[in-house]
């Protein structure tokens, strides 16, 4: 099968890849219709992987259709229409029970596909997936591939990042970042009652993107407007969603006193110097995590099929996988009207 598979920093190939086999009877083979490009995806390419070493097929979001199952798979059956959590859960332990994979206990049955721990990719023909009845989620009637899409990685993290952030009603919240996560985090703000919701971002299609979601772009310097936008006081919620040091920083500025700092981009640093006093002096509430696709879902899922959230408009370009080493450096490249890309693998 064809797969686009990491052989450097900035060297994405399509390759001819082995076919993934059922690893177990919990399992299931999925044929992919359409992958996603994630932003994580971006620390790979650019050279900073997750672990060690190339030569493994990347990615994390799929939708597609079941094509083989195990003999204990019980919630699918073949020819299924389906998408992919990125997050991979055991689904026997307590954890994962509740939904909160990210926490599994089994760590060797657990983690996210496509960043070289042992979990094929999926942006490939086919991928396997552990643990079928906890990590496979069947596509509800009328959500488009794109919805689905988002709804895999994105817009989980955008509403975990906003839920960690206590969001209430009235209460003034920046996003940092307009990446997919952060307009997901702008969508879910808005949904969770905020009175307004300032987007940071230096490239302007992005915020273009947010103004249209309901959001207000903050034009210049990011500490300068927020103060004046609120009288001085900042903001009650930040939500952060690049992962940069400065962005980071940025968001404990613009934070008022007894904000909420909430960092669901991802920083790969051991070191991290973080204005301890900063954040004394104003009380802040500083939360930071890794989403379980599966906990936030039934909220997003209810929310789409009602009409209320339409995680697919976030969607910019489409390349067939065959062009996957183009659609990486188009996205890493933040050309301006790039958003979400998908990669179509079949129809």
Not at 13 to 36: F, K, T
Request: proline share 5%; aromatic share 6%.
């Amino acid at each position: 099968m064809k797969a686009l598979v990491y052989r450097g920093p900035h060297d994405i190939r399509c390759e001819s890849v082995p076919e993934p086999e059922l690893p177990n009877e919990r399992s299931a083979i999925v044929r992919v219709r359409a992958a996603g490009i994630c932003g994580s995806d971006l620390h790979i390419y650019e050279g900073h992987g997750f672990v060690p070493g190339e030569g493994y097929t990347v990615g994390h979001e799929a939708v597609g259709v079941v094509e083989a199952i195990g003999s204990a798979v019980t919630n699918f059956s073949v020819g299924d229409d389906v998408f992919v959590c990125a997050s991979i859960g055991c689904g026997h332990c307590p954890a994962c029970a509740r939904g909160q994979v990210i926490l599994c206990e089994n760590p060797t049955e657990a983690g996210v596909f496509g960043i070289g721990m042992g979990f094929g990719g999926c942006q490939a023909e086919l991928v396997a997936v552990t643990a079928a009845d906890t990590n496979l989620v069947a596509l509800p009637e009328g959500v488009s591939d794109a919805s689905a899409l988002v709804l895999t990685d994105n817009a989980p993290t955008g509403w975990y990042g906003a839920r960690l952030g206590r969001i209430s009603y009235g209460d003034t919240v920046a996003v940092v970042g307009l990446g997919p996560v952060g307009l997901m985090a702008v969508n879910a703000a808005l949904l969770m009652g905020a009175s307004s919701v300032f987007a940071i971002d230096p490239i302007p299609s992005r915020q273009a993107q947010a103004v249209a979601l309901g959001a207000v772009a903050v034009v210049g310097d990011p500490v300068t407007d927020i103060m004046q936008a609120t009288s001085g006081r900042g903001v009650n919620v930040v939500i952060e969603a690049v992962g940069a040091d400065d962005t980071i920083h940025l968001a404990t500025n613009i934070a008022g006193r007894c904000g909420r700092v909430s960092v669901v981009g991802i920083n790969q640093r051991n070191d991290f110097p973080f204005n301890m006093l900063l954040a004394q002096v104003k009380a802040l509430e500083f939360t930071i995590g890794l989403c379980s696709v599966q906990y936030e879902l039934p909220a997003l899922l209810s929310l789409t099929t009602a009409g209320r959230l339409d995680p697919g408009s976030i969607v910019t370009d489409h390349y067939a996988l065959a062009d996957g080493a183009d659609a990486y450096a188009r996205f890493a490249a933040r050309d301006n009207g790039v958003s979400k890309v998908v990669l179509d693998v079949f129809t």
